[in-house]
């Protein structure tokens, strides 16, 4: 059983990435919808909870992991229910404001960094100390070295959506 204070860590950085994590969502939701249009913003609006269901899932089973959360069933819900009502307020954001890239830009960085941190101190020390074997570890590297380069080069060729729902390549002027 998860000690008190590795339950308040994991706990905190669960629940906070989550729901930066789902803010961060929002924007993008609120954003394709501002600056591209309904059909996008639907499209966007799919992707999200598509990959919504594999990460509240891996959360419930974090939260109520007797080694680390150490939750009930029902409080882990609940909290992630909570959290998740953060996208609301990401689309509320970016529909009530004009932000500019620049902002958009350091609230979605602040979000990423929360999970870059929860995977650098609870995920891979875990990892690391499963794998037995140099084989394993580098087998592991390879893993997410694959990942970041699948990420990497989907964004190579990454579209932005100007205002009245055209499409520009690189326009990264602030509006």
């Avoid at 009930?72 to 529909?95: R, Y």
């Avoid at 932000?99 to 929360?114: C, E, F, P």
């Avoid at 590297?141 to 205002?163: P, Q, R, S, T, Y």
Wanted: negative net charge; aromatic residues 10%; hydrophobic residues 50%.
């Amino acid at each position: 059983v998860a000690s008190m204070a590795t339950q308040r860590r994991v706990f905190t950085g669960v629940i906070v990435g989550d729901f930066m994590h789902n803010f961060c969502d929002g924007i993008f939701i609120g954003s394709a919808f501002a600056l591209c249009g309904d059909t996008m913003g639907w499209s966007v609006t799919a992707a999200t909870v598509y990959h919504e269901i594999a990460q509240e899932i891996s959360d419930f089973v974090v939260l109520t992991d007797p080694k680390q959360g150490a939750l009930k069933a029902l409080t882990a819900l609940g909290f992630n229910f909570v959290s998740s009502l953060s996208v609301l307020i990401g689309v509320l954001v970016i529909l009530s404001q004009d932000l500019s890239n620049l902002d958009t830009g350091m609230i979605l960085a602040y979000g990423g960094g929360i999970y870059l941190q929860i995977a650098a101190s609870e995920c891979m020390p875990k990892i690391y100390n499963a794998a037995t074997s140099v084989q394993l570890r580098l087998i592991g590297f390879f893993a997410f070295f694959v990942g970041a380069l699948a990420i990497g080069l989907v964004l190579l060729d990454h579209k932005h959506c100007e205002a009245g729902g055209g499409h520009e390549g690189h326009n990264h002027g602030g509006h």
